[in-house]
């Protein structure tokens, strides 16, 4: 049997006393919209964060495609094909919208730096389709209109998809979306959610998101995990999961009996 394309195998984090997350295991199929749900402090950014490797587990393994990453270095994670973007928007925000997403694309840079010291053309071919690359970006995400706009300018909703698209510029295999529908209005989360659905689908990138918008995560979602302190209440579809008794009682802090 091959591996899972992600699997989070027994992962648990203790802060001091407190268990954040606590023996979660789930495994993500290539191309699935998988995402963490769960009431405040629910350890969902604690997941993600080992899975962007920035906290180390204490116990437990993560695996890509088979390959154990759970010692990987932070700046080591682009590399191995994971990208994310941030609850809190975070770009060069005094450069143009074009130069961010090109900082995205020179990750995959192979030139030799005396070839690029010296411009050779093996260099220029090389700059040529990193361009044409951050291109079809700005195309998809339908972001030409700001492309030689500071980010520092443009409104909350223009830098958020600006940041998609410098996560999608490293041509990620698994892209990591911290809440993507937050601050966004209803007009710019069905944007959103028409581009995730069109990241997995059409490009093929495995997504895993945490988020709290329930329409958004039903509309896209493959599967779903929730959690509650630090433990995984239930995995299955939207429906399965938003359907399950101890999500109910999570949220509403009362059993799913007493609700009706
Ligand atoms: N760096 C840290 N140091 C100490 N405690 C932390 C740290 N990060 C998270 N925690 C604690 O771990 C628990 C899980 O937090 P986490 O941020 O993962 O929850 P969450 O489900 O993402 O919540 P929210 O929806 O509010 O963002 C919380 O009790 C939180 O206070």
């Known amino acids: 049997m091959s591996a899972p394309f992600f699997e989070a195998d027994d992962i648990s984090v203790q802060f001091g006393g407190l268990k954040a997350v606590d023996g979660v295991s789930f495994t993500v199929a290539k191309g699935e919209v998988f995402t963490i749900i769960g009431p405040n402090g629910a350890g969902k950014t604690t997941v993600f964060n080992i899975v962007s490797r920035i906290y180390q587990p204490t116990s437990g393994r993560v695996r890509l495609e088979g390959t154990d ?48 010291a010296l411009f050779l053309p093996s260099v220029m071919r090389a700059e040529v389709k990193l361009r044409e690359q951050v291109e079809e970006i700005i195309d998809l995400l339908d972001l030409a209109v700001h492309r030689d706009s500071m980010v520092a300018g443009l409104p909350y909703g223009a830098r958020k998809v600006v940041e998609l698209g410098r996560a999608l510029a490293t041509r990620p295999k698994l892209l990591l979306l911290d809440e993507p529908s937050s601050g966004l209005n209803v007009e710019e989360t069905e944007d959103m959610a028409f581009w995730i659905q069109d990241i997995t689908k059409d490009h093929g990138i495995t997504v895993i998101m945490v988020e709290h918008d329930m329409s958004l995560v039903s509309r896209v979602s493959d599967r779903v995990l929730a959690m509650n302190q630090g433990r995984v209440l239930a995995t299955g579809t939207p429906a399965e999961v938003q359907g399950h008794p101890a999500v109910i009682e999570a949220y509403l802090g009362r059993p799913a009996e007493a609700v009706a």
């Open 69 to 116: 990453i759970t010692a990987l270095p932070p700046h080591k994670v682009a590399g191995a094909g994971i990208a994310r973007t941030f609850q809190n928007i975070e770009l060069f925000e005094h450069a143009t919208v074009l130069q961010n997403l090109l900082i995205g694309a020179h990750i995959h840079r192979t030139t030799h730096p005396i070839a690029e």
